[in-house]
């Protein structure tokens, strides 16, 4: 376990009360009276609201539709892990043995609620704008470009397309769990390039998760080719 302060210095923000940033990063199997899911729960909602302003704002010629697809595109487990990942956030996460030995430090759910959480610390302590400066501000650095195009572009393609420019292979996608009951299942998929798991990610369809999860190992692949 890495020292927190470095993940304060990471975000640019301290905290007063250190037990709120440490419930952010407990999650659930570290059997704790306290775990991150009703951190998470809050701040899923900041965030919607955050992104949704800063669309709003920064594209004023465009329609609902365009927005919430935009939107859609960067409030989703795909785009929170990336967030996380440029914070190193796995690395400080509290969990079980058992949690992190099944890779719970990498797994792609597990780091986006943990930033959520994360992020409704700060709300907590410090208010809606202290998060939207630290969101606003990891979005406009992880993400090369942010427009519509850019956001909407079939990650599937682009990753085929970079891991056949430089390995000469097709990525591979593998269903790892269904969760859920019919009525509202979600789909975990996991995506494979030269047979080794590159990323994972769930979706409330198959196609979405393979989506999400070639946005991560899209993002992965492209820091470790420069």
């Known amino acids: 376990m890495d020292?927190?302060?470095?993940?304060?210095?990471?975000?640019?923000?301290?905290?007063?009360?250190?037990?709120?940033?440490?419930e952010a990063l407990t999650h659930k199997s570290y059997k704790q009276p306290y775990n991150n899911e009703r951190?998470?729960?809050?701040?899923?909602?900041?965030?919607?609201?955050i992104v949704g302003e800063y669309l709003y704002k920064?594209?004023?010629?465009?329609?609902e539709g365009k927005l919430s697809k935009m939107r859609?595109?960067?409030?989703?487990?795909?785009?929170?892990?990336?967030?996380?990942?440029?914070?190193h956030l796995g690395e400080?996460?509290?969990?079980?043995?058992?949690?992190?030995n099944n890779s719970g430090r990498t797994k792609s759910s597990l780091l986006s609620n943990a930033f959520e959480a994360l992020m409704g610390a700060?709300?907590?302590?410090?208010?809606?704008?202290?998060?939207?400066?630290?969101?606003?501000?990891?979005l406009e650095h992880v993400h090369d470009e942010i427009s519509l195009d850019f956001l909407l572009k079939d990650y599937k393609t682009s990753l085929?397309?970079?891991?056949?420019?430089?390995?000469?292979?097709?990525?591979?996608?593998?269903?790892?769990?269904?969760?859920?009951?019919?009525?509202?299942?979600?789909?975990?998929?996991a995506v494979l390039i030269d047979?080794?798991?590159?990323?994972?990610?769930?979706?409330?369809?198959k196609k979405q998760a393979q989506q999400e999860a070639a946005e991560i190992a899209l993002g992965m692949l492209s820091k470790e080719l420069r």
């Open 160 to 189: 085929q397309e970079l891991t056949q420019a430089h390995f000469g292979i097709t990525p591979e996608y593998q269903l790892i769990a269904a969760h859920g009951p019919d009525h509202k299942k979600e789909f975990e998929i």
């Open 92 to 100: 400080y996460i509290f969990l079980s043995n058992a949690e992190e």
């Open 39 to 49: 951190l998470e729960f809050l701040g899923d909602a900041v965030l919607d609201l």
């Open 122 to 138: 700060i709300y907590l302590e410090s208010g809606l704008k202290k998060v939207e400066e630290i969101t606003i501000a990891l």
């Open 72 to 87: 859609a595109s960067l409030v989703n487990e795909g785009g929170f892990t990336a967030l996380a990942n440029h914070l």
């Open 3 to 22: 020292d927190l302060q470095t993940l304060q210095k990471a975000l640019g923000y301290q905290f007063e009360k250190k037990e709120l940033l440490i």
């Open 58 to 63: 920064k594209f004023r010629d465009f329609d």
């Open 195 to 205: 047979g080794k798991p590159y990323a994972t990610a769930c979706g409330k369809s």
